[in-house]
């Protein structure tokens, strides 16, 4: 593959803070690049993934101020895995303070997978902030794409690692698996808690890439980030993302049409199957679609970095 763009080289912070949001909620966030360069928000994954520092490199440090947060109960973020007052709707308004707090009038939202499903509606209930959106991986919460990833689907092309994660769950509560897990990862049993919270997150990270990547499923087993991932994830999915109905981000779609927007989406994506940014660029049509051939899900495939480099490039002088 010719001249694909790899990512800006690695940087560190120039301020980093947390921010209170709540009674209950502090929340971890970072700022980089040039210091009065275009504003972006990255809207990591999960819920419940955390940021990473690799997130930093997907725009020009000389251009952009790039702010970089993690989202409730997550990542550095505290209490950890604290799902109390922990909905799509307070993270929205997250967004908001950490914008206020930093003196942003208007930013780029930048997010895949659950980091598309909360740009959409961040923007959806703020466009006027919004200068752009970049989305990868997009999902959008409804039903039929969870049960897709936890129920069966995904279980057809990972058949292996899908027996590892239905291990935890006896048979006979095996018809509804996020309920299932939902019970052990709030339940008063520590142990059955971690065990049930790695097995789930191991499930994610080993269908995440095209190509597998032992390191990947390593980290998603780390204790801290099993936990967090796990727990959060399955408590905004048993509460069907606190939306008002199944079809929510695409139904109000016409609210977002006039931000000028890429959806880049691996063909081969298993954690977020590309029917659903199918169905949003058709409700959608100026939001230019890039599909990538040779991709999986991951932010990190080679086409996917290209194409984000390349939208964030072109968005750069607007
Ligand atoms: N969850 C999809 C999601 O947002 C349904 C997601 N899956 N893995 C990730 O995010 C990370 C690799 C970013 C943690």
Redo the contacts with the bound molecule.
């Keep these: 593959m010719p001249d694909r763009l790899s990512l800006f080289p690695p940087i560190e912070p120039f301020h980093a803070g947390m921010l209170r949001v709540s009674d209950i909620h502090e929340l971890y966030y970072e700022v980089s690049g040039k210091i009065d360069g275009k504003p972006a928000i990255v809207c990591?994954?999960?819920?419940g993934?955390?940021s990473t520092p690799s997130m930093r490199r997907y725009f020009d440090p000389e251009k952009y101020k790039i702010v970089v947060f993690d989202q409730r109960g997550c990542g550095k973020s505290a209490p950890h895995a604290e799902l109390r007052d922990n909905t799509t709707w307070a993270l929205v308004e997250d967004m908001e303070k950490l914008r206020r707090h930093l003196d942003i009038e208007r930013w780029q939202v930048f997010g895949?997978?659950?980091?598309s499903?909360l740009a959409l509606a961040y923007a959806q209930a703020h466009p006027e902030r919004v200068s752009e959106l970049i989305l990868r991986?997009i999902?959008t919460l409804r039903r039929d794409?969870?049960l897709w990833?936890y129920q069966e689907g995904a279980s057809w092309i990972y058949p292996d690692a899908w027996a590892d994660y239905v291990a935890p769950i006896p048979e006979d509560e095996r018809g509804d698996m996020i309920a299932a897990y939902y019970k052990r990862l709030t339940g008063d049993d520590r142990n059955e808690q971690l065990r049930a919270a790695k097995a789930w997150s191991v499930w994610?990270?080993g269908a995440?890439s095209l190509f597998p990547s032992e390191e990947?499923v390593q980290s998603?087993s780390a204790d801290a980030f099993a936990v967090a991932?796990a727990r959060i994830?399955c408590h905004y999915f048993v509460n069907r993302g606190f939306f008002e109905r199944d079809d929510q981000i695409i139904a109000n779609i016409d609210r977002v049409r006039h931000i000028p927007a890429v959806i880049v989406q691996g063909r081969y994506d298993v954690?977020?199957p590309m029917k659903t940014a199918w169905e949003m660029h058709r409700a959608w049509p100026e939001a230019d679609l890039r599909i990538i051939q040779d991709a999986g899900?991951?932010?990190s495939e080679p086409g996917i970095i290209d194409a984000l480099v390349r939208a964030t490039t072109a968005f750069a002088t607007r």
């Design positions: 990591h994954g999960g819920p993934g955390g895949g997978s659950w980091g499903t991986g999902f794409e969870l990833f994610e990270g995440v990947r998603f991932f994830e954690v977020t899900h991951a932010a």
